[in-house]
């Protein structure tokens, strides 16, 4: 290098190393802003932590022992229900607990315990660090057993970081307030190990069969490993994680110098004799409605919480949770007992009884009281019919499918006059006529009142034809919840989105009796939805929210389509519909019947001004029910008459802007005073019928012989009416507004494409 060059590379490396000094500057200041920031975040979450605890009672394992029972409330602070496992949770005292165990558990869990005070900082911090710069594929685990007890006690899992330095600051307390020894202790008998066993003494009980102090080194070390995933070593389910956990423990006490070599060697080599069957435990068997109660809650601290199904069913078992349910126990008791004797229900023609299930909602909603099963419940949180069973509707659903769509978007009216008459469908390459009408017959025009009051199938076929299956299905399944429907996917071989499904009811797989109460109740609240609930919130044991449930409603239809629609169900109960059976006294009630295709399901839908409720009968195996008449309304008339018991009689409100009006039975159209047979209908003011068309203009007209259909003469020249003009079936219209529509075969208008 010559002189020149030299002296032109120095100030490039000066140049560079003020460079790298400034970046080490600015990294150092970047580094220590984020310390003191992260220094003023820990230290202002710790002052709020700490004061919060001021409030609350210290950590007591004596409180423990006695054991954090749930408690159920009825919405007015009322004591309802105690939750009891039966389980014969027998507190085992340290020094009977063998030593082999107390060593397997900390080598295991926590190799520091006895050197902490109940943080063991290195793991904590290196956790910590994982989960910012994931240096193991998986998540560290830094809590200590102490933590866990902490954990344990309070049920408080989040996974958030006040609540992790909340169970830093618990864990602190407890080590100063008890010895290693009554953390030991009261882990071992406060910890989950799966198949329902809370406890080291019920956890030896289910898996070998014999007490806590018989375990062998090589039975402690297998129901030690049980507890970090109970559902992943579960002893009965999968033997060979277990197994292979078991070796992982023994290995870790060996290198920790906890147990010898040989004793490792023998301890491995031991064979794990495991009972066939988990014992059997006398579980409290409660109602229906606790029973739903329970696995609602379960489900949603599993999606809400992020808890196993175990942690959550622990905690409601264990946690010292206050639960305020919807449940009326007056009306849950009366539902019970009345359910709880086959004697209350219809003779039958075979010999085998079917089942049936009821479900009582508010108008807001609220589940106030559940029955899943005819005869006495001898299992705690059984096969439930009225929240788990999903069948067909029949019938059932036309009100929410056919006739809702059609009134909602103003395609008919209360008196709009509609053929009952099938359709053809092309089914194995030839054209057929559906549907058969429940009765076996066609009766030619008929109000859209009376074709809901006689439940014709016909009918309900062709509303949902012109609102297009799509329209229907995406209502029950998107505002309804009605989430059990199969939509329409390429490739699959069945979905509901089809006639036979949204019309009659013959879904897939059908709903439950509680989601299609559900659905009924916007004709008992004006046309909101809230998806059925049976609490209003769960307290934790500290008595802070740990559940709160969306009780929130949403307006899905119009007010008036509602009150019409009540109204016409209304016409259901009374003599000639359907459900004349079901009404008692002077208490209105609207109703819906329902049945499957080959009497496979049978229902009755029932609304008084006071709840929703929903019968079903029929076999869990599903075939012919043999009634010798057709029960579910006469069951719903004898059980509710008692849930209405000291209830003042009141009539449905009438909501929007709706009011009666009387029409012309032959045109279906407003009645003038020339018309001589009148009735009277609902009619939203927005959308009334024109004034009678045959009686403004008197003349008569020959109607075509394939326009007259009767029961036994379909063809009948001779008969003669006097008509002003055809009847127009979509009422309510000027001519004016017709322009640009037409009527299909149907008799609906339609745009004129």
Same mark, same amino acid.
């Given at each position: 290098m010559n002189p020149t060059q030299e002296i032109q590379s120095q100030p490039k490396k000066k140049l560079g190393k003020k460079i790298w000094v400034r970046t080490l500057q600015v990294t150092a200041i970047v580094i220590m802003i984020m310390i003191i920031t992260g220094c003023i975040v820990a230290c202002s979450l710790t002052i709020s932590i700490l004061r919060r605890m001021k409030e609350e009672e210290p950590i007591s394992f004596e409180q423990a022992k006695l054991s954090y029972t749930t408690i159920i409330y009825t919405e007015d602070n009322t004591e309802y229900m105690r939750i009891e496992t039966g389980q014969d949770r027998t507190w085992i005292d340290y020094g009977n607990i063998p030593s082999h165990l107390r060593q397997a558990l900390i080598a295991v869990e926590d190799k520091r315990f006895l050197k902490h005070r109940g943080v063991d900082w290195k793991r904590t911090i290196g956790a910590a660090l994982n989960e910012v710069f994931h240096f193991y594929g998986s998540r560290q685990g830094g809590s200590t057993l102490t933590q866990q007890v902490v954990r344990n006690l309070t049920g408080d899992t989040e996974v958030r970081v006040d609540r992790k330095l909340r169970e830093i600051l618990r864990a602190l307390q407890v080590e100063r307030d008890y010895s290693k020894e009554q953390i030991i202790e009261m882990y071992l008998n406060t910890a989950f190990f799966g198949n329902n066993a809370y406890g080291i003494e019920a956890a030896a009980d289910t898996y070998f069969g014999k007490k806590a102090a018989d375990l062998t080194l090589a039975e402690s070390a297998s129901i030690i490993g049980i507890t970090q995933f109970p559902t992943e070593y579960d002893p009965f389910q999968h033997p060979e994680n277990n197994k292979k956990r078991q070796e992982h423990i023994l290995n870790e006490m060996q290198e920790q110098g906890k147990i010898t070599q040989a004793e490792y060697r023998q301890a491995a080599a031991e064979p794990l004799n495991f009972q066939q069957t988990s014992p059997a435990r006398s579980q409290k068997v409660y109602d229906y409605f606790t029973d739903h109660l329970i696995e609602t809650i379960i489900s949603d601290l599993c999606s809400q919480k992020g808890l196993s199904y175990g942690e959550a069913e622990n905690m409601v078992n264990r946690g010292g949770?206050?639960?305020?349910?919807?449940?009326? =126990?007056?009306?849950?008791?009366?539902?019970?007992?009345?359910?709880?004797?086959?004697?209350?229900?219809?003779?039958?023609?075979?010999?085998?009884?079917?089942?049936?299930?009821?479900?009582?909602?508010?108008?807001?909603?609220?589940?106030?009281?559940?029955?899943?099963? /005819?005869?006495?419940?001898?299992?705690?949180?059984?096969?439930?019919?009225?929240?788990?069973?999903?069948?067909?509707?029949?019938?059932?659903?036309?009100?929410?499918?056919?006739?809702?769509?059609?009134?909602?978007?103003?395609?008919?009216?209360?008196?709009?006059?509609?053929?009952?008459?099938?359709?053809?469908?092309?089914?194995?390459?030839?054209?057929?006529?559906?549907?058969?009408?429940?009765?076996?017959?066609?009766?030619?025009?008929?109000?859209?009142?009376?074709?809901?009051?006689?439940?014709?199938?016909?009918?309900?076929?062709?509303?949902?034809?012109?609102?297009?299956?799509?329209?229907?299905?995406?209502?029950?399944?998107?505002?309804?919840?009605?989430?059990?429907?199969?939509?329409?996917?390429?490739?699959?071989?069945?979905?509901?989105?089809?006639?036979?499904?949204?019309?009659?009811?013959?879904?897939?797989?059908?709903?439950?009796?509680?989601?299609?109460?559900?659905?009924?109740?916007?004709?008992?609240?004006?046309?909101?939805?809230?998806?059925?609930?049976?609490?209003?919130?769960?307290?934790?044991?500290?008595? +802070?929210?740990?559940?709160?449930?969306?009780?929130?409603?949403?307006?899905? /239809?119009?007010?008036?389509?509602?009150?019409?629609?009540?109204?016409?169900?209304?016409?259901?109960?009374? =003599?000639?519909?359907?459900?004349?059976?079901?009404?008692?006294?002077?208490?209105?009630?609207?109703?819906?019947?329902?049945?499957?295709?080959?009497?496979?399901?049978?229902?009755?839908?029932?609304?008084?001004?006071?709840? /929703?409720?929903?019968?079903?009968?029929?076999?869990?195996?599903?075939?012919?029910?043999?009634?010798?008449?057709?029960?579910?309304?006469?069951?719903?008339?004898?059980?509710?008459?008692?849930?209405?018991?000291?209830?003042?009689?009141?009539?449905? =409100?009438?909501?929007?802007?709706?009011?009666?009006?009387?029409?012309?039975?032959?045109?279906?159209?407003?009645?003038?005073?020339?018309?001589?047979?009148?009735?009277?209908?609902?009619?939203?003011?927005?959308?009334?019928?024109?004034?009678?068309?045959?009686?403004?203009?008197?003349?008569?007209?020959?109607? =075509?012989?394939?326009?007259?259909?009767?029961?036994?003469?379909?063809?009948?020249?001779?008969?003669?009416?006097?008509?002003?003009?055809?009847?127009?079936?979509?009422?309510?219209?000027?001519?004016?507004?017709?322009?640009? +529509?037409?009527?299909?075969?149907?008799?609906?208008?339609?745009?004129?494409?």
């Open positions: 949770l206050r639960i305020y349910a919807t449940v009326n =126990p007056a009306m849950q008791d009366m539902v019970s007992t009345f359910y709880g004797s086959q004697e209350n229900f219809p003779a039958i023609l075979g010999d085998e009884y079917p089942q049936s299930a009821f479900v009582a909602l508010a108008p807001d909603g609220k589940i106030l009281a559940l029955a899943g099963g /005819i005869g006495e419940k001898n299992n705690a949180r059984q096969f439930n019919r009225a929240t788990q069973a999903k069948r067909q509707t029949g019938s059932a659903i036309k009100p929410l499918a056919a006739y809702l769509t059609a009134i909602e978007n103003d395609m008919v009216t209360w008196s709009t006059l509609m053929d009952d008459h099938p359709i053809t469908i092309r089914q194995n390459g030839a054209d057929m006529s559906w549907p058969v009408n429940f009765q076996g017959n066609y009766q030619g025009m008929m109000t859209i009142e009376r074709a809901l009051k006689e439940s014709r199938n016909t009918i309900a076929v062709k509303l949902v034809q012109e609102a297009g299956p799509e329209r229907v299905f995406q209502f029950l399944h998107d505002r309804l919840g009605f989430t059990s429907l199969v939509p329409r996917k390429e490739g699959q071989a069945r979905d509901d989105v089809n006639l036979s499904a949204m019309a009659l009811g013959g879904m897939t797989y059908g709903v439950t009796p509680l989601e299609l109460a559900g659905g009924y109740q916007i004709y008992a609240n004006g046309g909101y939805f809230t998806a059925p609930y049976c609490y209003t919130k769960v307290l934790d044991s500290r008595g +802070y929210i740990l559940l709160q449930a969306d009780t929130t409603a949403r307006r899905v /239809i119009a007010p008036e389509t509602a009150t019409i629609i009540n109204r016409l169900m209304q016409q259901v109960t009374l =003599p000639g519909g359907t459900g004349n059976g079901a009404r008692w006294g002077n208490v209105p009630v609207a109703g819906k019947t329902g049945t499957a295709t080959d009497d496979y399901d049978q229902w009755f839908v029932g609304i008084t001004p006071y709840m /929703i409720t929903a019968t079903w009968m029929g076999y869990d195996s599903p075939r012919r029910i043999q009634y010798a008449s057709y029960p579910p309304p006469v069951v719903f008339r004898q059980l509710a008459s008692q849930l209405h018991q000291g209830l003042d009689p009141k009539d449905f =409100p009438v909501w929007g802007d709706t009011v009666q009006k009387n029409y012309c039975t032959q045109s279906g159209e407003l009645a003038t005073a020339d018309c001589s047979s009148i009735q009277t209908g609902w009619y939203a003011s927005a959308h009334l019928p024109e004034e009678c068309h045959i009686h403004k203009e008197q003349k008569t007209i020959r109607i =075509p012989e394939n326009e007259i259909r009767t029961e036994r003469n379909p063809l009948r020249p001779e008969n003669k009416v006097d008509v002003g003009s055809r009847p127009k079936l979509l009422t309510g219209q000027s001519d004016q507004k017709k322009k640009g +529509y037409k009527q299909n075969e149907n008799g609906l208008w339609v745009p004129d494409d």
